[in-house]
T-cell receptor, first 110, second 116 residues
Framework: DAKTTQPPSMDCAEGRAANLPCNHS???????VYWYRQIHSQGPQYIIH???NNETNEMASLIITEDRKSSTLILPHATLRDTAVYYC???????????FGTGTRLTVIP | DTGVSQDPRHKITKRGQNVTFRCDPI?????LYWYRQTLGQGPEFLTY????????KSRLLSDRFSAERPKGSFSTLEIQRTEQGDSAMYLC??????????????FGPGTRLTVL
């Protein structure tokens, strides 16, 4: 069953921040929010994950609302190489089946 | 490159033939997964191994599909009597033993199967 809702597509100008939203209103207390992306003709790539606090790494930032029902992935300075399908996934540690859904196709425009 | 590798990258076969794909996970990763991805869709889980034991199988894994990981290292996915509906990208992923709460999967480039 789908646990997340994402817009099917978004555009972002090169150099600007890309903000990708995700709704996960039925998330359980022991489930984490994971983001993966898939560049054309490649396998998915892990980006970031979080439980309830905001997280930042070298690739992106993850903002999770206080009620944990939604989150936003932020790519601070999008480049053309960030064009990809971005998947928001909720998963508990040790659950083996990642449910990807259809994701958001982000197109970075020159 | 020490990432997950898959072989072949592309396979074209005729309906009714058998095909076998190989996945080599990242060294020391004891967990291995197979997914299938059709055009326009996200990857769908097929099966999971922990070491050599196949612990989970999706309903998508029909009796024509079989996966093995005999020595807990590389894995093979075989499809018997292929059908046109089997045309898809077959992705393999691996994970290290869980430490704390970090539990991420590392994907290979996939094998694209075309059944004529």
């Amino acid at each position: 069953d789908a646990k997340t809702t994402q817009p099917p597509s978004m555009d972002c100008a090169e150099g600007r921040a890309a903000n990708l939203p995700c709704n996960h209103s039925t998330i359980s207390g022991n489930e984490y929010v994971y983001w993966y992306r898939q560049i054309h003709s490649q396998g998915p790539q892990y980006i970031i994950h979080g439980l309830k606090n905001n997280e930042t790494n070298e690739m992106a930032s993850l903002i999770i609302t206080e009620d944990r029902k939604s989150s936003t992935l932020i790519l601070p300075h999008a480049t053309l190489r960030d064009t990809a399908v971005y998947y928001c996934i909720v998963n508990r540690t040790g659950a083996n089946n990642l449910f990807f859904g259809t994701g958001t196709r982000l197109t970075v425009i020159p | 490159d020490t990432g997950v590798s898959q072989d072949p990258r592309h396979k074209i076969t005729k309906r009714g033939q058998n095909v076998t794909f190989r996945c080599d996970p990242i060294s020391e990763h004891n967990r291995l997964y197979w997914y299938r991805q059709t055009l326009g869709q996200g990857p769908e889980f097929l099966t999971y191994f922990q070491n050599e034991a196949q612990l989970e199988k999706s309903r998508l894994l029909s009796d024509r599909f079989s996966a093995e990981r005999p020595k807990g290292s590389f894995s093979t996915l075989e499809i018997q009597r292929t059908e046109q509906g089997d045309s898809a990208m077959y992705l393999c992923a691996s994970s290290p033993p869980i430490v704390g709460v970090v539990d991420t999967q590392y994907f290979g480039p996939g094998t694209r199967l075309t059944v004529l």
